[in-house]
């Protein structure tokens, strides 16, 4: 599933080269000061990127233009990885939300989508606040304006991604390959002077680059299965409950061991199923809710520092980037601090739901 994904998500930037509303707002996107970009980067991916996903980036790195230079292409991306990051934290169409409920069915989607959307907030003021220091809501409302001339486009790729979702049932990675090409051809035909030809030739040269991704993502999957097939047979879950580690404890655990397993490279994929086998067979004391929501943050958050998640392999690729290129020192800082943060939140809130 994962090559045809990114083929469909390579085919999608073709297709976005040739609309109008592209040139349009790389015009207006140019015209606001780098600095003052930041923002609404943020805000945009966060929002746009929860039904779009890493599509966002397919969308977002044609406005740059082709002649961006590599600094340029590289700040975008890094600052639009953060509300990237901040997404699975409430999105139901991510990978991370599947997984997790689950494991854990009995949490309603609304309290979680509730706490995600709190928490993505607080991180999108931090991340704009602190490490952007964009100027403030005018400046931030600028930047989110310039995106605004591809709002329509966006809006019917994920109208149409939420139609077959509900009435197929299937992923939103399904759903994604199944219904996206065709409206793209289409919209590439409709578009003046559109190119169906040369967008499927640009596809095709797309594609020989996704090779690389599509092994580091099927080897973490493979991992993340012997890993799930193995913890009952080695001890280990004896061993947490012999440790009797507090709730408090149990949420950093997961969260920063997500976060470091990123930092090595290990898809979200695997380290998630590895802490979700472990502290859904243990006694936690922790609220279901919360132990749910630390595992999306923690799922969200080391996206934007390992070159093994689908982000950083996918948005790397749109914006003509090696893998380890779309991380950055602080990125990296914006994680931990933010990570820190939530875990605290979490922990702070768990004691009213537990009694």
Not at 26 to 37: E, H, K, S, V
Request: aromatic content about 6%.
């Amino acid at each position: 599933m994962f090559p045809a994904f990114l083929a469909t998500i390579v085919l999608l930037r073709a297709t976005a080269d040739q609309r109008p509303e592209i040139i349009t707002a790389r015009r207006l996107f140019a015209a606001i000061d780098p600095r003052q970009q930041a923002g609404g980067l943020v805000i945009g991916s966060f929002l746009v990127g929860s039904i779009l996903q890493v599509g966002m980036f397919a969308i977002l790195a044609p406005i740059l233009g082709q002649d961006a230079t590599l600094e340029e292409r590289r700040r975008v991306f890094l600052v639009a990885m953060r509300g990237i990051a901040l997404m699975p934290m409430w999105s139901p169409f991510v990978v991370g939300m599947a997984v997790v409920t689950v494991y854990l069915p009995s949490v309603p989607l609304w309290q979680i989508m509730a706490l995600g959307l709190s928490l993505g907030a607080l991180g999108i003021l931090l991340s704009v606040m602190v490490f952007d220091r964009t100027g403030g809501p005018a400046t931030i409302w600028r930047a989110l304006k310039s995106l605004s001339p591809i709002v329509p486009a966006i809006a019917v790729a994920a109208f149409l991604v939420i139609g077959m979702t509900t009435i197929s049932g299937y992923s939103t990675l399904q759903s994604l390959v199944i219904i996206i090409p065709v409206p793209c051809l289409l919209a590439v035909a409709f578009a003046p002077g559109g190119n169906v030809p040369l967008a499927l030739r640009r596809t095709a040269m797309g594609l020989s680059r996704i090779g690389n991704e599509t092994s580091i993502l099927t080897l973490a999957m493979v991992l993340g299965i012997t890993f799930e097939t193995c913890l009952p047979a080695i001890g280990l879950l004896d061993t947490l409950k012999s440790a009797a580690l507090s709730p408090t404890l149990v949420i950093f655990i997961i969260i920063m061991a997500m976060n470091l397993f990123g930092l090595m490279g290990i898809h979200s994929i695997v380290s998630g199923t590895i802490l979700l086998v472990l502290f859904t067979s243990i006694p936690t004391g922790v609220a279901d809710l919360i132990l749910l929501e630390a595992l999306l943050v923690g799922w969200g958050l080391c996206t934007a520092l390992s070159v093994g998640s689908l982000s950083i392999a996918t948005g790397a690729a749109m914006f003509d980037l090696q893998p380890h290129q779309g991380i950055s020192a602080l990125n990296i800082l914006y994680v931990f601090v933010t990570s820190a943060l939530f875990a605290a939140i979490l922990a702070a809130i768990n004691p009213l739901l537990t009694g």
